[in-house]
């Protein structure tokens, strides 16, 4: 009874096999999402990696495709250190508003179902894909304007008063959660396809312990990303009339 409508659908849909592989990269804005907050701004980075495509079918005018990446990706928060009025706090030695930032390096495995809508050899393609994501992290880079022991802890306000954040070691190294992109497609025989897409990453997972003894109730990552992508053929169903 499970596989009738996998058979009924199967009868309907158009068989593909194609298979592509290639190369991608692009540009993160993330920040991660504590509870007690802490005021953020994004976080810059780079993403690169490899791309694996499988299409399967196309059913009706829709395209339905498998894409798994494995991607190395620079994560983390970049802190907007202020006082009770909403101000910089300013650094007593160096007379400048004090900033923070902590880079957080992964490795990424993204695995999404993809629907296309359009050409699949010859022009534009427009695209949607979602599905989960784990993450296992790799190392973190800390960057301040100003010295450790000199940092201005007294006007700080709330939990950024003691800073728990800027000290403490990721406890979880494994990561995971949901990727959901959009983008667009040209393709053309003989040299590839070229991908353009915008993709954000909710994370389920904590950095820190989350615990009732630990000063963070939740300390999930959260990305955007502009990512290009080319892919060439490995695999082509051979059939005239796919366009």
């Known amino acids: 009874m499970l596989m009738l409508p996998y058979v009924a659908y199967s009868q309907i849909g158009d068989y593909r096999t194609d298979l592509a592989v290639g190369v991608n990269g692009g540009y993160t804005m993330s920040n991660v999402g504590f509870s007690p907050n802490v005021p953020q701004s994004q976080l810059g980075g780079i993403t690169a990696g490899f ?85 296992f992290f790799l190392s973190d880079k800390t960057t301040t304007n100003f010295e450790w022991e000199d940092r201005n802890i007294a006007d700080r306000v709330g939990v950024q008063q003691y800073a728990y954040q800027d000290t403490m070691s990721v406890k979880n190294k494994f990561d995971y959660g949901i990727a959901v992109g959009a983008g667009l497609e040209f393709s053309r025989p003989k040299i590839g396809h070229f991908l353009l897409e915008a993709r954000y990453y909710y994370g389920l997972g904590n950095i820190f312990g989350n615990s009732k003894a630990d000063t963070f109730g939740k300390s999930n990552n959260g990305s955007m990303m502009v990512k290009v992508s080319y892919l060439f053929d490995i695999i082509r169903t051979r059939n005239q009339k796919i366009k």
Do not use: H
């Not at 508003?97 to 050899?121: D, H, K, V």
């Open 51 to 135: 791309t694996m495509r499988y299409t399967c079918e196309k059913y009706f005018k829709s395209i339905c495709a498998i894409v798994a990446e494995v991607n190395l990706t620079q994560m983390g928060w970049k802190e907007k250190i202020i006082d009770a009025d909403n101000s910089p706090v300013i650094n007593a030695v160096s007379g400048e508003a004090e900033q923070y930032q902590r880079q957080l390096t992964y490795i990424q495995i993204p695995f999404m179902a993809r629907m296309g809508w359009g050409r699949e050899r010859k022009g534009f393609q427009a695209f949607f894909q979602l599905g989960p994501q784990v993450g």
